[in-house]
T-cell receptor, first 111, second 114 residues
Framework: LAKTTQPISMDSYEGQEVNITCSHN???????ITWYQQFPSQGPRFIIQ???TKVTNEVASLFIPADRKSSTLSLPRVSLSDTAVYYCLVGGTDSWGKLQFGAGTQVVVTP | EPEVTQTPSHQVTQMGQEVILRCVPISNHLYFYWYRQILGQKVEFLVS????????KSEIFDDQFSVERPDGSNFTLKIRSTKLEDSAMYFC????????????FGSGTRLTVV
């Protein structure tokens, strides 16, 4: 499993865009990059997954450069309810059955 | 949106007692998982279950733990002879197929061992 590094915490104001970058220098050819969100006392929730370039859904965008050694989760126009821990996970078929969560990034959105 | 349901939401038990944590995965999902999160720490993988058998387990999942799918809807985690350090949030998850994106987690059971 590729090791990931992401900031411990980030602060933002409502309405701003939040970008969280995750480093994964040892990513393997078959690995995908996946982001989960976790609110206090709740289970993680899948946000987005990508392999290369850019992926966008109704919640977020995921930018992956050509070398795939990092990725950036972009949350547009955050609200107070986006305050959560965000996890970057990297893995492929050898790790499908066992997600390995790191410490994640605590995002705090204030008015 | 389909949900993974866990019961109870909170369980308090005395050290040495056995507990059973229950989960109802999403009905068309085939893969089931248990994770735990000790307060303030990372979410840790415990076990994955497919086709009525364990497919992966972590070093945490020792003989103290067992899983079972007793019927077509429930998925249980049994912890025998609980210890203080078993106090944690236990999350059940399910997925239709293997792959990160397909995981749906429940809201968890907070287990407190006293």
């Amino acid at each position: 499993l590729a090791k990931t590094t992401q900031p411990i915490s980030m602060d933002s104001y409502e309405g701003q865009e939040v970008n969280i970058t995750c480093s994964h220098n040892n990513i393997a050819t078959n690995d995908y990059i996946t982001w989960y969100q976790q609110f206090p006392s709740q289970g993680p929730r899948f946000i987005i997954q990508g392999y290369k370039t850019k992926v966008t859904n109704e919640v977020a965008s995921l930018f992956i450069p050509a070398d795939r050694k990092s990725s950036t989760l972009s949350l547009p126009r955050v609200s107070l309810s986006d305050t959560a821990v965000y996890y970057c996970l990297v893995g492929g078929t050898d790790s499908w059955g066992k997600l390995q969560f790191g410490a994640g990034t605590q995002v705090v959105v204030t008015p | 949106e389909p949900e993974v349901t866990q019961t109870p939401s909170h369980q308090v038990t005395q050290m040495g007692q056995e507990v059973i944590l229950r989960c109802v995965p999403i009905s068309n999902h085939l893969y089931f998982y248990w994770y735990r999160q000790i307060l303030g720490q990372k979410v840790e993988f415990l076990v994955s279950f497919y086709n009525n058998e364990i497919s992966e387990k972590s070093e945490i999942f020792d003989d103290q733990f067992s899983v079972e799918r007793p019927d077509g809807s429930n998925f249980t985690l049994k912890i025998r002879s609980t210890k203080l350090e078993d106090s944690a949030m236990y999350f059940c998850a399910s997925s239709e197929g293997q792959g990160f994106y397909g995981y749906t987690f429940g809201s968890g059971t907070r287990l407190t061992v006293v």
